[in-house]
């Protein structure tokens, strides 16, 4: 059984920073792109960024390009993402996914194989 489990999220003050993870197990990690999503309340679920299966490669919503980092290590089948110079308006809850298709899909796919049920980061302003 499939199961991703993220965790890391609080309450932090606007401009603080904070790092999620995603604790992966059922699967071949490795072999799965990584995703990272956002919901806030009352708006749809948005992309916030994508690793490769290797991690050589990663994408970033805009909203959050230069603030966020995701990163994952393999031999932990765990994925990251560290959040820097946080706002009010990053306030969701984070969720991560998994998919074997490419990362470079994650942006726009609307399904992913596996999710966790998220985390929640409330941004203080």
């Known amino acids: 059984q499939v199961q991703l489990v993220e965790s890391g999220g609080g309450l932090v003050q606007a401009g603080g920073s904070l790092r999620l993870s995603c604790a992966a197990s059922g699967l071949t990690f490795g072999s799965y792109a990584m995703g990272w999503f956002r919901q806030a309340p009352g708006k749809e679920r948005e992309f916030v960024a994508a690793?490769?299966?290797?991690?050589?490669?990663?994408y970033y919503a805009d909203s959050v390009k230069g603030r966020f980092t995701v990163s994952r290590d393999n031999a932990k089948n765990t994925v990251y993402l560290q959040m820097n110079s946080l706002k009010p308006e990053d306030t969701a809850v984070y969720y991560c996914a998994a998919t074997t298709a490419s990362s470079s899909t994650i942006a726009t796919r609307t399904n992913m194989d596996y999710w966790g049920k998220g985390t929640l980061v409330t941004v203080s302003s």
């Open positions: 690793i490769s299966g290797g991690g050589g490669t990663t």
